[in-house]
């Protein structure tokens, strides 16, 4: 079921991103009356048409999901056993002024780039639940610790920028991270006290760990709640021992667990032996023995040696603090536009540290890693998929604007040289263009292809 649930979302959101790309390109074509003759879904051979409108434009769902495009009336195109209409010739796209063909060929990105404004301004607009920024206890000598954060601390402005939860925290703290820098933080104790720390980035970004949470590498994560037993599984450990659903765990062996993590990590280190589980019921202390199962497993599947770890059984629930960010709808859409030009230059500028060898080519993702992270925030719920269908439709418009041919940015490229030498590149510089451009993608393509499965098999 999870497998299908995640091709599921994968299809919508990539349906969706393509349709709204070659849709810009469709309607900014017919703006300019160039005459369309196939809007294709996918790559390949049609597995369904149908024509529609006065040209009778063939609207097609092709046989590799994975792109769609829009052909357009153009003479270089046209099979010499089949001349174009000289009443058609005006409207071939090769025919059009330079302004319109770099308006065509503009608008399939701009799409992508207006509906990651449009979903971010309907989730500012109807709010959206995040955690707030309120953080653990920092690990010993990370720069977290250094710099003088404690535990319960709660983020309230990062280089003087306001922070309504963790998301915005993280956002503008992975900033710092990117750019190897200081960065200022005001904080609130869990008494109300307000103070400013600084904390030193340089030197943090994860070059070659793709999986690697940055953060982590600061020292800053989420404050976690005091855990509370969930669902306890028949004939478990932890039925066996008396534990019920709603119990409050305080400690394990004698030492305090203020957090879930702390929990799990004290059961698994525990296979077979026993341990005592102090919780809080209805008010009430109790002392409850338990010995966990000892049950064999690999080292997060990287190696052939098993290992015994503890398991009692035993859903661990406690709700993180939460607060609901909500923009009037002017402010949503200000915020939107924000986010999705922000998101476009971060974009960017990893691309760029990829290219210059200052982070590792490991980090470019392909459609399996993005199907299945599609599956995982659907999982979530509609404002996590929703988000994570906004963030893949920047990269896909800022990946088609990249200067390479074969994308709408390498055509751009033609078009402003076009404009700068008075008259069209030659047929044989743009076919060499085209050639070095494929192989470029296809490269791409490959080493994107070979991270995804090396994070599936790893």
Not at 19 to 24: A, F, N, P, T
Not at 75 to 84: C, G, L, S, T
Request: hydrophobic residues 45%; charged residues 20%; neutral net charge.
């Amino acid at each position: 079921m999870n497998i299908l649930h995640t091709v599921a979302a994968f299809a919508v959101a990539l349906g969706v991103l393509i349709v709204v790309h070659e849709l810009g390109h469709y309607l900014v074509a017919r703006w300019c009356d160039v005459k369309v003759l196939r809007f294709s879904i996918g790559f390949g051979k049609p597995l369904w048409a149908r024509r529609f409108g006065r040209d009778q434009t063939e609207l097609a769902i092709s046989m590799i999901p994975l792109g769609g495009y829009v052909a357009m009336l153009d003479e270089r195109e046209a099979a010499p056993d089949h001349p174009i209409d000289p009443r058609d010739l005006p409207r071939a796209f090769n025919r059009q002024h330079v302004r319109k063909r770099i308006a065509i060929v503009l608008a399939g990105p701009a799409a992508n780039l207006l509906l990651a404004i449009a979903l971010y301004t309907g989730l500012n607009s109807m709010g959206v639940e995040e955690p707030v920024a309120r953080l653990a206890a920092p690990a010993v000598d990370t720069p977290a610790a250094r710099a003088g954060f404690r535990d319960g601390d709660r983020i309230v402005a990062v280089d003087g920028t306001p922070v309504r939860s963790w998301t915005d925290a993280r956002w503008l703290l992975l900033q710092a991270v990117l750019d190897e820098r200081s960065t200022r933080v005001g904080v609130e104790g869990m008494h109300g006290a307000s103070r400013e720390l600084v904390l030193d980035a340089q030197g943090l970004q994860t070059n070659d760990d793709p999986e690697a949470d940055a953060l982590a590498g600061l020292g800053l994560a989420l404050h976690r709640p005091m855990p509370v037993l969930g669902r306890v599984e028949p004939g478990s450990p932890a039925e066996r021992a008396g534990l019920r659903e709603g119990d409050r765990v305080v400690s394990v062996n004698g030492i305090y667990t203020d957090n879930a993590a702390l929990f799990v990590d004290a059961i698994r280190a525990s296979p077979g032996r026993q341990i005592t589980i102090d919780v809080v019921r209805n008010g009430q202390p109790l002392h409850v023995l338990a010995v966990p199962n000892a049950v064999e497993q690999r080292d997060d599947g990287r190696t052939s040696n098993a290992r015994a770890i503890g398991k009692l059984g035993v859903a661990i629930g406690g709700r993180l603090d939460t607060v609901v960010v909500k923009y009037s709808l002017i402010d949503s859409v200000s915020n939107a536009v924000q986010r999705t030009w922000e998101m476009s230059i971060f974009s960017v500028r990893m691309l760029g540290k990829m290219l210059i060898g200052q982070l590792s080519i490991k980090h470019l993702s392909g459609p399996v890693t993005i199907a299945d992270y599609a599956g995982q925030t659907a999982r979530l719920g509609i404002d996590a998929y929703v988000s994570f269908v906004a963030l893949i439709s920047i990269s896909l418009g800022v990946l088609n604007l990249l200067p390479i041919p074969m994308l709408d940015g390498g055509h751009l490229l033609y078009y402003l040289a076009e404009v700068l030498r008075g008259k069209p590149l030659s047929d044989r510089i743009m076919m060499l263009g085209q050639r070095a451009g494929l192989t470029v993608l296809v490269t791409m393509m490959a080493i994107a292809l070979f991270n995804d499965f090396t994070r599936l098999l790893t």
